[in-house]
Each structure stands twice: as structure tokens, then as C-alpha cells.
């Protein structure tokens, strides 16, 4: 589990030494003080030389100096050593992430990606800090105070080692109590961060739908669930500081009653008792920071092991190994499907789609049609390999698409997604996506054939016009035509349009298909649409229906022999009529 993440903290090697380092002088310029009080109470105070006391005062106080210097500076290190190793650990995730496939990303939940990348790399990089800082110092100081405390006094080491021995049985029936409710805890915050991602992605929804106070009941449940989580793990914990005072207290108690009586006595020294409660104190010191960087250890358990899930990720889409004559290039727009079966999830018995047989010469414009659910969608995807096919294959320009590099293939298929979107920025620096050197001419071009120029330039800032988050200031129709028009940009060898004009009207969408037919000739055109009008002028017309090719065909034919065809034509152009 940690080997994962371990990596990354190998780089800090330097840090960690360091921060060792600086804690033992830390430890070691603490255990000499309570020595120096012993002598200063039995020896430089009865001696009544004010020299001696203030020499070995300022002795104390210097010390006392150099060791908290010598613990900021570790606790300094430490931090950055911390924050390096966290913003490592986000950087590798974040790459993991952006290699995912469509099928890999189906599997996380956007939300739980979210908690992984910053509430669980805060947990890791805060235990990290803690462990080199303080794994180094507990130990150290138990050591070093025990062996102190035998040596002033062996008769009584059976006091703190009974404190040990309770604060331990304590500390593991604490945690015992504790621990499934902690991870009950980190589950929750899953639930409340996809409360808070859903609402704010779909918040124009919700106030359409004026659903602001389920909404707001929603989100007060998933917050008062953790809340509740939290308050019940923090009850138990808080337990433990009464405990170590009781532990604490109960342990000076009996140095001083029965180190007292040693005094009387005459065989211990009453500087010495003070300076055996001073190690007593450090000894259980150590061990609550022993005790704190288990408990965070453990707690921190499930978040290496999401983090780590995710970057054990098997990423499903990659490219073949290389050939020797070197990575093939996608030769025109030809597409083949043979004998293609596909289902989203392995498990499950009806593939989503069956049995597909298609040949699509370079250069045709190519329409699909059929219900919602139909598959549309998840046929077009396994060209530009978004998911793999499960039976089968698909062949782009002759070869199958499992040969070509992922991005060669990508450059040379351009898909305008169903679910699209745009980015913060200007209208240009979006289109500049689609081809990071075109020129305005070549900007131009590619709008006026998605009909998109008018409208831009119709902007007082033109091109320039910024587009907000996600391209909220431009209307369903324009953003859909800006989508063609990055998509055009690419100069692809096949162009595929899901249901991308279904917010242009049926005029306009003419001129973009008149548009395409002018300028695109080499370009093999999909164009998956709901109106028959968007694909009635096609080369040829699929019909799907339930995973199936039901038929293919042109208008004509289709009008005359298939069913579905038929009833969609006929229920639109009574809708015209
Ligand atoms: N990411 C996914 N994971 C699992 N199942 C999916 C996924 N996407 C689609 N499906 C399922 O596959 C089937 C076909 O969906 P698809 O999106 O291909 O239909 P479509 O014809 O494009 O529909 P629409 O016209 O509404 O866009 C549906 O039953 C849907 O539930
Ligand atoms: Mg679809």
C-alpha cells in the first residue's frame, strides 16, 4: 500500500536526514536541562554562590534556546519537505488522470476524483510532515529519558514503565473504538462532495427547476451525516487527554511520595527527584507523539490507499507497441466495422451494441439515425477509439484502429461531442484548440463553414469576446456551431458530428451541411442527427435501433422499405405540415 506512494517521498531523502538530525539536537539539549536543575537545587543553591547559579542558570537558558531553534528549524524542513511531497504526489495523480479513457473515468466518480486529489493529499502530506518530524523525536526522547531516569534512580523505573504500559492499553482501546467510524467519516466526505459537484454543475437546472430547497435539504443531510461522524470519532478521542493527565499526575504522584521517602532517607537527592519528574514528564511526552503519528498513520491508511487505487489504474486505452518501420499514419477516411460487439461494462449480458457490419468510403457523408438509447453515441466512439470494441474490429483508412498511435488517430478523427464544451477563455483561444497554428484566415474559414462567423463577428470583441466558464455567454446554437468549427479546424480525414445541430435551426443547418459538401470533399462526413432533414441528403443512412443496425440505405430506399425510417419521416413532416 504505501509502496506507491513511497516513491515520492524517497525524493525528500535529504529533508527527512535533516529534519533527524536537528530533532536529536533538539532531544538531546532537552535531556540535559532537568540534569542541570539537579545540580543547581542540591548543589549551586546550598553553596549560596550567586556566580554558580547564575552561571549554570544561564547554562539552562541557553540551552533552552538552542534546542527550540534547533525544533523550528526541524519543524521548518519538515514543512517544506511536506508540502513538496504532497504537491508531487497531486501532480502525478493529476497526470494519471488526464491518460484515462473514457472507460477508466466511467469507473471514478468525478466527486471522489476530487476528494482524492485535495482532501486526501492533505491528509498524506500532513502525516508525512509529522512522521519525520516526530517519529525521529518520540523514540529519541523515550530512549534517552529512560536510560536518564534508570541511571539517577533504578528503583524508581517501575513507575514510568507502568505509565507506558497503561497509556498503551488506553491508546489501542481508543483507537479500536475509533477507527470504523474514521473511515465511515472519509466515505462520507464522497457523499458530500458529490452533493456539492452535482448542485453546482447543474445549478441552472436546479433553479429552473426551482429545486433550491431539496437541493439545500440534500446538502444539509450529506454535511450533518459527516458532521455527526466527525463529533462521534472526535468524543472517543478527546478521551485521550484526560487519560494522559491522569497517567501523568498519577506517575509524578508516586516519584514524589516515594522518591520523598528516599529522601528522608537520605539515598536520593531532592534536585535529583525533581529532575527524575522532569524525564518522567518527557517519557510520556514521547509517547503521545509515538502515539500521534501511529494514529494519523492509520488514519491517513485509507487515503494512500484511494490515492494509490488511482495510480494503480490500469489505463485501458494505450498505444500498441511500436513498430520497426515506425507507427503507421491513418492513410484516408475510410472506416470498416466487422462483426463489432461492444458493451459498456464486461459483466453484462446484453452487449449495448451487436453485430455491427459498415463500410464507409473516404469522402461520403454518411447520416445515423434512431431512438434515444438507439447506441448513435456509442457507435461513432469506438472510431476515434474513446472505448475499445469487445468482439470485432474497426478498421480506419485499412487498418485497424488499435494499430495507429492514440493521437495519431485522434488528429486524424475529429468528433464533435453530444455532451460538448467550450473553456474559460476567448472565443479564439477555444478554436485554437482544434489546430494550435491556424492562421485568422484559416479561423475565418473554418467559421463561415460552420456558420459560426456572423455571429462572432457580430460581437463587439469579434474573435475576442470572452466566453466565461464552460461558454456561458453564447447561446445552445452558437456554442454548438463554435464546436464544428474547432472540430473543422483539425483538418480531419473524418469528421463526426453527434447530434450537433440540434439547437440550429433547420435553415442554417443547411448551409452548414451545403458548406460541407463544398469544402470538405476528401473528408468522410457521420453526421448522427434526430431531424430526417439533417441526413436525408446523405450518401447513405443508418438506421439503429437497440444496439442493431436495422438498415441501411439512402432516402429513397429507406423510404421505401424501412419501417422505422418511415415513421420518423413521416411523424416530422407531419410536424411541418
Ligand atoms: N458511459 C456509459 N456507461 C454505461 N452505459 C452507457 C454509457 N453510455 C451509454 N450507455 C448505454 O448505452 C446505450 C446506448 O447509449 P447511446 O448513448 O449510444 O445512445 P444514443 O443512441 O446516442 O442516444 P441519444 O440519441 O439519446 O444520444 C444506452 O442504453 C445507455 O444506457
Ligand atoms: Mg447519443
Known amino acids: 500500500m504505501f509502496r506507491k506512494i513511497l516513491p515520492y517521498a524517497k525524493k525528500y531523502r535529504k529533508e527527512t536526514v535533516w529534519t533527524s538530525l536537528l530533532v536529536l539536537g533538539e532531544v538531546l539539549l532537552e535531556i540535559f536541562i532537568p540534569l542541570l536543575m539537579a545540580d543547581m537545587v542540591d548543589k549551586a543553591i546550598p553553596s549560596g554562590e550567586l556566580a554558580y547559579v547564575i552561571k549554570l542558570g544561564g547554562l539552562m537558558i541557553l540551552m ?8 523550528a528549524a526541524a519543524a521548518r524542513v519538515a514543512s517544506v519537505a511536506g508540502a513538496g511531497f504532497g504537491s508531487d504526489v497531486r501532480a502525478a495523480l493529476f497526470n494519471k488522470i488526464q491518460q484515462f479513457s473514457f472507460a477508466n473515468v466511467d469507473r471514478y466518480s468525478k466527486p471522489s476524483l476530487i476528494t482524492r486529489l485535495t482532501t486526501d493529499i492533505n491528509y498524506i502530506q500532513m502525516t508525512f510532515m509529522m512522521v519525520i518530524r516526530i517519529l525521529a523525536r518520540g523514540p529519541m526522547m523515550l530512549v534517552s529519558a529512560g536510560i536518564m531516569a534508570y541511571v539517577m534512580n533504578p528503583r524508581l523505573t517501575p513507575i514510568f514503565v507502568v505509565g507506558i504500559l497503561v497509556f498503551s492499553v488506553g491508546m489501542v482501546a481508543l483507537f479500536q473504538i475509533c477507527y470504523p467510524r474514521l473511515m465511515v467519516m472519509l466515505k462520507k466526505y464522497d457523499g458530500l462532495n458529490a452533493a ?17 430547497d431539496f437541493e439545500k435539504q440534500k446538502f444539509r443531510k450529506a454535511n450533518d451525516e459527516n458532521m455527526e461522524m466527525s463529533v462521534r470519532c472526535e468524543r472517543i478521542m478527546n478521551l485521550q487527554m484526560p487519560l494522559i493527565l491522569l497517567i501523568m499526575y498519577g506517575s509524578i504522584t508516586a516519584v514524589i511520595w516515594f522518591g520523598g521517602q528516599m529522601v528522608i532517607e ?68 475510410s472506416i470498416e466495422f466487422d462483426h463489432v460487439f461492444f458493451s459498456y461494462h464486461q459483466e453484462s ?106 455571429f462572432i463577428s457580430a460581437f463587439p470583441d469579434g474573435y475576442n469576446t470572452d466566453l466565461g466558464q464552460g461558454g456561458v455567454n ?89 419501417e422505422i425510417y418511415r415513421e420518423v419521416y413521416h411523424s416530422q413532416q407531419k410536424g411541418v405540415a
Not at 283 to 293: G, K, N, P, R
Request: net charge negative; proline share 3%.
Open 64 to 71: 533552552a534556546l538552542i534546542s527550540l531553534t534547533c525544533g
Open 196 to 212: 456539492i459537484q452535482e448542485n453546482l454543475i447543474a445549478i441552472r437546472v436546479v433553479k429552473a427547476f426551482v429545486r433550491a
Open 266 to 333: 537520605g539515598s536520593f537527592l531532592t534536585g535529583q527527584m525533581v529532575s527524575f519528574v522532569g524525564y518522567v514528564t518527557q517519557i510520556l511526552m514521547s509517547m503521545i507523539m509515538i502515539a500521534q503519528v501511529l494514529v494519523s498513520t492509520i488514519m491517513t491508511r485509507a487515503s494512500i490507499t484511494r490515492i494509490g487505487e488511482v495510480l494503480d489504474e490500469q489505463v485501458e486505452i494505450l498505444d500498441p507497441p511500436e513498430p520497426a518501420e515506425g507507427y503507421p499514419a491513418v492513410a484516408d477516411g
Open 349 to 454: 449480458e446484453q452487449p449495448n451494441l451487436s453485430e455491427i457490419n459498415l463500410r464507409i468510403k473516404p469522402g461520403q457523408t454518411v447520416g445515423i439515425i434512431g431512438g434515444t438509447g438507439s447506441a448513435k453515441t456509442s457507435l461513432v466512439q469506438l472510431i476515434p477509439r474513446l472505448y475499445d470494441v469487445t468482439g470485432g474490429s474497426v478498421r480506419v483508412g485499412g487498418r485497424d484502429v488499435r494499430e495507429y498511435r492514440v493521437h495519431d488517430l485522434r488528429e486524424a478523427v475529429s468528433m464533435v461531442l453530444q455532451k460538448n464544451v467550450l473553456f474559460s477563455g476567448t472565443i479564439r483561444e477555444n478554436l485554437l484548440w482544434g489546430d494550435a497554428e491556424a492562421t485568422q484566415e484559416e479561423i475565418e474559414a473554418a467559421c463561415r463553414a460552420a456558420q459560426a462567423h456572423d
Open 474 to 562: 453564447v447561446s445552445g446554437g452558437q456554442k454548438q456551431r463554435l464546436c464544428i468549427a474547432r472540430a473543422l479546424l483539425k483538418k480531419p480525414k473524418i469528421l463526426i458530428l453527434d447530434d450537433s445541430t440540434s439547437a440550429v435551426d433547420t435553415a442554417t443547418d443547411a448551409k452548414i451541411r451545403q458548406a460541407f459538401r463544398e469544402n470538405l470533399k476528401d473528408t468522410t462526413k457521420i453526421i448522427i442527427a434526430q431531424r430526417v432533414s439533417s441526413v436525408s441528403d446523405a450518401d447513405q443512412i443508418i438506421v439503429m435501433d437497440d444496439g442493431r443496425i436495422d438498415a441501411v440505405g439512402t432516402h429513397e430506399e429507406l423510404l421505401a422499405t424501412n
